[in-house]
C-alpha cells in the first residue's frame, strides 16, 4: 500500500517545477559542503601546525633545561667526591654556576645529602636542616646501584622550597668506590609553567611530560595531584610508545578525559616524552559556528525559493491525495471482503480465488498440490454447553493454532472454511508432507486444551483430511482435490475423530 502511494504521488509530480527547485538545493549543498570541508581541512591544519610547533618548543626547552641540570649535578658529584661535602662546597658550586642568576632561573635548588639521606647542604639560604630522604626510591635507588648515570625521578613537592620540583639525582661515591650520598638538582617547574603559559595555545589545551616508564613527570596547567602517577596502561601512552620519537595521533586523556590532537617529541637521549594536545572540540568550534551560520543562510535562501514551487505542487497533491484516499478505502474493503471478521485469517471466498490460482501454477509447472480439511469435533455440542461467546473464542483460538504451524511458507494458505470447518493449500507439498502438517495442526490444538465435556477425550479436537496430487492431465481438476480431502475428513469423523485420513485411507476403505 505504501508503495502505491508513493508511486502515485511521484507520477503526479510537476517535475517542471520540481526539476528546478531540486538543482538549486543540490547546487546550494554542493557549494555549502565545498565551504565547510575547505575550512576544516585549513583548520586541521592549523590545528596540527600549532601543536607541532609548540612541541618542538617545549621539547627543547625541557631539554635545555635537563642538560643544565645534568651538567650542574655533575659538577656537584665531582666537587663532592673529592672534597668534604659541607655549607662550603656548596656554595662554592653555586657561586661557580651562577645558580642565583637570572640566567639559571630554571634552577631551583641545589642539594647534598650523606650516606644516609641528611641534608648536607643546600644552594637555598633558608633553613633546612633535619630534611631526610632516606625513604624516597631515588634515594635507595643510588645506595644499591653504582650505576654512575643521572637519574631523573618522580616529582615531589620540596620541603625546602615549598613548591614543585623535578629532582635530578646523582650518586656520589668515596675513593674506595663505596657510597657517599646523593647530589640532587630541582628543576623549577614554577619556571617550566610560566614558560608554557607563553605559548597562546587554544583554551583547554594542556601539555604533559612522561617518563618512558608512563610515569606524568609534569602537566600543564598544573594538576598536581596527577604527577608521579603511572599511566603507562592508557591508551594515550601505548599510543605514545607506538609513535616512537615523533608524531601525532587524536585521542582522550586519561587524566581529564579531552579529547585533544596531540603532538608528540622525544627528549633526545633521555628517555622523557613531551605531549601538547589541543581540544578537538575548543579548536573546531569556530568552524562548527561558522559552518552553521552558512548552513542557515543557504537553508533560508533554497526555503523561499522553493515555498514558491510548493505552493504550485500543492494543488496538485491535493488532487492525488484525494485519489490514493479512495484507493486505500477500496484495499481495505477488498482486504475486509477476503478476511474472516472473526478469527482474522482468510475466508471462503480468498481460499476459492486462492485455491484456483495455486492449482493452475501446479499444473503449469509440475509440482505437487495438497490440500488439507479440517473440522472440529463435536462443535455443535460445545456451543449448546458453553454457549456461543465461548464458541466464538474457541473459533479463534483454533484458526489461530492452525495458522501458527501451517502456513509456514509465503505460498501456504489458512482459511475458515466455513462454520467450524477450515481448510488448508500447501503449494509444493505430497501426501507425505501434508499429513504430518495435519497432525501438527491436531496436536497444536490438542495443547490449548480447550475443556469440551462433551467430547470423550474431555478436550476441544479436530479431525482431517488430506489429498494431494501433481495436476498433470485434463482430467485432473481443483474439484476433484477438494472433493477428496472432504471425503477423508468425513472418513475421519465417521473413525471417530481427533485423527488424519487421506486419499490412500478412502482407497482401504472402499
Not at 617545549?58 to 673529592?82: H, K, P, Y
Amino acid at each position: 500500500m505504501l508503495k502505491i502511494r508513493v508511486d502515485r504521488l511521484w507520477r503526479s509530480l510537476n517535475w517542471r517545477i520540481a526539476l528546478p527547485i531540486f538543482s538549486i538545493w543540490a547546487a546550494l549543498i554542493g557549494l555549502g559542503a565545498w565551504y565547510s570541508w575547505n575550512t576544516y581541512q585549513h583548520q586541521t591544519q592549523t590545528l596540527a601546525q600549532t601543536t607541532a610547533n609548540a612541541a618542538d618548543i617545549v621539547a627543547q626547552q625541557l631539554q635545555d633545561t635537563v642538560q643544565v641540570a645534568g651538567v650542574t649535578v655533575q659538577i656537584m658529584r665531582n666537587q663532592a667526591a673529592s672534597h668534604t661535602m659541607n655549607a662550603r662546597l656548596i656554595q662554592e658550586i653555586t657561586q661557580e654556576i651562577r645558580i642565583e642568576d637570572v640566567a639559571l632561573p630554571q634552577l631551583d635548588n641545589l642539594v647534598l645529602f650523606d650516606d644516609l639521606g641528611s641534608l648536607v647542604a643546600q644552594s637555598i639560604k633558608q633553613p633546612g636542616y633535619g630534611i631526610d630522604i632516606a625513604d624516597r626510591e631515588y634515594f635507595a635507588y643510588h645506595q644499591t646501584h653504582p650505576d654512575p648515570g643521572i637519574r631523573i625521578d618522580t616529582p615531589l613537592f620540596s620541603p625546602i622550597s615549598h613548591r614543585w620540583v623535578l629532582p635530578v639525582t646523582l650518586r656520589i661515591n668515596r675513593p674506595d668506590g663505596s657510597f657517599a650520598g646523593v647530589a640532587e638538582v630541582d628543576v623549577n617547574y614554577d619556571f617550566l609553567a610560566e614558560f608554557y603559559s607563553r605559548l597562546n595555545l587554544w583554551a583547554d589545551s594542556a601539555i604533559d611530560v612522561f617518563l618512558g616508564d608512563g610515569t606524568l613527570l609534569l602537566r600543564w596547567p598544573a594538576s598536581t595531584q596527577a604527577y608521579g602517577k603511572d599511566f603507562s596502561r592508557s591508551a594515550l601512552f601505548a599510543a605514545v610508545l607506538r609513535l616512537g620519537d615523533q608524531g601525532s595521533m587524536t585521542i582522550g586523556s586519561p587524566i581529564d578525559g579531552v579529547v585533544r590532537h596531540y603532538s608528540i617529541r622525544k627528549l633526545g637521549a633521555y628517555p622523557i616524552y613531551v605531549l601538547v594536545g589541543s581540544s578537538v572540540g575548543e579548536a573546531y568550534a569556530t568552524w562548527w559556528s561558522d559552518t552553521l551560520a552558512h548552513a542557515v543562510f543557504y537553508l533560508l535562501v533554497a526555503s523561499l525559493i522553493s515555498w514558491f514551487g510548493v505552493r504550485l505542487m500543492q494543488q496538485i497533491a491535493l488532487r492525488d491525495r484525494i485519489e490514493i484516499e479512495l484507493h486505500q478505502a477500496n484495499q481495505r474493503l477488498e482486504n475486509m471482503a477476503m478476511h474472516d471478521g472473526l478469527t482474522g485469517i482468510s475466508n471462503r471466498r480468498y481460499f476459492d480465488i486462492a485455491a484456483a490460482e495455486k492449482f493452475s501454477l501446479a499444473k503449469r509447472h509440475g509440482y505437487a498440490l495438497a490440500v488439507i480439511m479440517f473440522d472440529i469435533d463435536y462443535f455443535k455440542q460445545y456451543n449448546d454447553r458453553y454457549g456461543h461467546l465461548a464458541g466464538d473464542e474457541c473459533l479463534k483460538r483454533v484458526a489461530h493454532a492452525i495458522d501458527s504451524v501451517a502456513a509456514l511458507r509465503p505460498g501456504d494458505v489458512v482459511a475458515r472454511y466455513g462454520g467450524e470447518e477450515f481448510s488448508v493449500i500447501l503449494p509444493g507439498t505430497d501426501m507425505k508432507g501434508a499429513v504430518k502438517v495435519a497432525e501438527r495442526a491436531l496436536a497444536a490444538v490438542r495443547e490449548l486444551a480447550i475443556a469440551h465435556a462433551v467430547n470423550p477425550v474431555g478436550i476441544v479436537t479436530l479431525s482431517a483430511g488430506v489429498s494431494a496430487l501433481t495436476p498433470a492431465r485434463e482430467t485432473d481438476a481443483l474439484d476433484r482435490l477438494l472433493t477428496t480431502a472432504d471425503e477423508a475428513l468425513y472418513l475421519a469423523k465417521n473413525k471417530g475423530r481427533n485423527r488424519v485420513c487421506n486419499m490412500r485411507d478412502l482407497a482401504a476403505h472402499a
